[in-house]
């Protein structure tokens, strides 16, 4: 900085100096205090989705009356000032189950949420282990079945004679199809959001490795893994830098949903997307699956999303225009309308 001011007298340099350091001490500080309020918003969030999680485990129909009654102001963003469809009175299963993807946590479906409570739906947002406001240590999540333990247990707490729509966006689907599995009678429906609809056998990894390369290559030379045991053990986790995963998974998103991201978002386990499912045609294959596409993503391309759909045929297929890799983000009204027209479908 020195060399910069020798043609400045003393006052002149000081004076500038002076100036511009108090303006980038303000810049810095602005900037600080706004992410850390993005950062608060986004804990709270997510703290709000885990508290009504567990508000949905009691009494469905106390909730859905609450819900149905209380109609949102035209004011709320989210809402569109019309009452509850008739048909969704007919409709014996209300609660959708929200599953996030890789990095991601409960707090990405907010715009959802809101949409389907508005529509008299129940929707739940879970956390998987490591992610979103759950404690664990990212690094420690080594298997599939540590990773959806959050689905699991929810799953295994439902009454028998109860039902659920199954969402899963990006990876969250190796999470759906392990879960449809497990518990394929208490899944009404599953419902792939550009999602890992893996195959018998496969991995959630090799799904993406046409965009991050085999897994041989991606292990040895990714600059963003975490080596949670020491860099003398195998990496643990990963996390792309900031400007990847705005180019990857945010490119039609708006700006203050790529912010609450940019520090909401956490590592990404490796041992989940690294193992082959088992999926037996006696449980999973019996599961009603619907897969919904997004044309404009970068993360996981409509090349490989038709792919998917080829290898594993589901029973229907969306498709929402202009959506990134996160069309709770970019295109929330088209995914909200989708997810009602799958739950109409006998």
């Known amino acids: 900085m020195g ?27 602005k900037l600080l205090a706004e992410e850390e309020l993005l950062h608060r918003q986004a804990l709270s969030m997510a703290l709000q989705q885990h508290q009504l999680s567990q508000r949905f485990d009691g009494s469905m129909s106390r909730r859905i009356g609450s819900t149905s009654s209380r109609r949102r102001n035209l004011s709320d963003p989210f809402s569109n000032g019309k009452q509850v469809p008739d048909f969704l009175e007919n409709i014996n299963v209300k609660k959708f189950v929200l599953v996030h993807g890789e990095g991601f946590g409960a707090w990405c479906w907010y715009k959802t949420i809101a949409l389907l409570e508005e529509a008299g739906l129940v929707p739940i947002a879970i956390d998987l282990t490591g992610s979103g406001i759950d404690l664990a240590d990212t690094s420690s999540v080594t298997t599939l079945a540590e990773y959806s333990k959050p689905l699991i247990s929810y799953l295994e707490n439902l009454p028998e004679d109860e039902q659920v729509f199954l969402v899963g966006h990006s990876s969250g689907g190796a999470c759906v199809s392990y879960a449809l599995e497990h518990f394929p009678k208490k899944i009404s429906k599953a419902i792939f959001l550009c999602a890992t609809m893996v195959s018998d056998g496969q991995r959630p990894f090799d799904v993406f490795a046409e965009e991050l390369g085999s897994a041989e290559r991606f292990m040895q030379e ?24 705005k180019g990857l998974y945010f490119n039609q998103s708006p700006t203050k949903d790529v912010a609450l991201a940019m520090v909401s978002m956490r590592p ?16 999973y294959g019996t599961g009603r699956r619907f897969f919904i596409q997004t044309l404009d993503d970068r993360a996981l391309s409509p090349d490989v999303q038709e792919k998917l759909v080829r ?23 088209s995914l909200h309308k989708m997810l009602l027209e799958i739950a109409q479908i006998q």
């Open 3 to 29: 060399n910069h001011f020798t043609c400045m007298t003393k006052k002149d340099t000081r004076d500038n100096h002076g100036s511009r350091s108090k303006r980038m001490g303000r810049s810095q500080r």
């Open 222 to 245: 990714s600059q963003f893994l975490i080596y949670g045991n020491g860099k003398d053990k195998p990496p643990t986790a990963f996390m792309f830098e900031k400007q990847q995963m």
């Open 268 to 283: 990404i386990p490796i041992g989940p997307i690294m193992e082959k499912l088992s999926l037996s045609p006696e449980k």
């Open 311 to 333: 290898d594993n045929p589901p029973e229907r297929v969306f498709k929402i225009k202009g959506s990134d890799h996160c069309p709770f983000f970019s295109k929330p009204q």
